[in-house]
């Protein structure tokens, strides 16, 4: 399995990663939300050590809408005080602005594989690789099998809308426990 491993600093904290700015318009004060400095930095520094990686680890899986990804992280805090799910967001947005990895981080599922403390080292040990599971189905192997006895089926030639929500992970009444009620 293609697994592509990078060390992040500490990313600024979804507390720091926007802020809001007050203007005038006409007589009423209005909001707007910015990127702050230190994130448009670490997103800049952080994606280029990424490109760089991606060339020297050889990681060549094309980014798609659907396929997801483990993101397993070791985070070493300079301090106890800080909360490991403040710093993923910006992190994910630095991945996704290079389009190397993924299209969209709403394909990631993160999980803190542990904390610990290294005030002269802060950082995040990041692991990246493909999820065992494709859509609905728990590996290649079984949507393999699924899909064996969909192209038997008359709806399968047309498309079949419902084995391609399948592929997608979509939850759907008429596929239980590996069958089809529509098949035909």
């Known amino acids: 399995m293609k697994k592509l491993k990078l060390v992040s600093p500490i ?21 707007s939300m910015y990127e702050t ?19 020297k680890q050889q ?3 094309i980014p798609n809408k659907t396929q997801h990804f483990y993101i397993d992280c070791v985070f070493y805090f300079d301090r ?9 967001k910006l992190l994910l947005d630095a991945i996704t602005e290079t389009q190397k990895i993924w299209v969209d981080d709403n394909v990631t599922c993160e999980r803190v594989n542990g904390i610990f403390y290294d005030s ?4 995040i040990d990041i692991t990246i690789y493909p999820v065992d599971y494709v859509g609905i189905f728990q590996s290649v ?23 391609i929500k399948a592929k997608k992970g979509r939850i759907q009444e008429e596929i239980q426990d590996g069958v089809c009620s529509k098949f035909k």
Not at 120 to 123: A, D, E, R, V
Not at 141 to 163: A, D, G, P, V
Request: charged share 30%; hydrophobic share 30%; proline share 6%.
């Open 120 to 123: 002269k080292n802060p950082h």
């Open 141 to 163: 192997e079984q949507l393999q099998s699924f899909e064996s006895n969909c192209i038997t089926c008359s709806r399968y030639k047309n498309n079949c809308s419902l084995l």
């Open 80 to 88: 106890i005080d800080k909360d490991p799910n403040n710093y993923f």
């Open 37 to 55: 400095a230190e994130a448009k930095k670490y997103k800049k520094d952080f994606a280029k050590y990424i490109n760089e990686e991606i060339e």
């Open 59 to 61: 990681w060549n899986i």
């Open 11 to 31: 990313p600024v904290s979804v507390n720091h990663y926007i802020k809001p700015r007050v203007f005038m318009s006409g007589k009423k004060p209005m909001v």
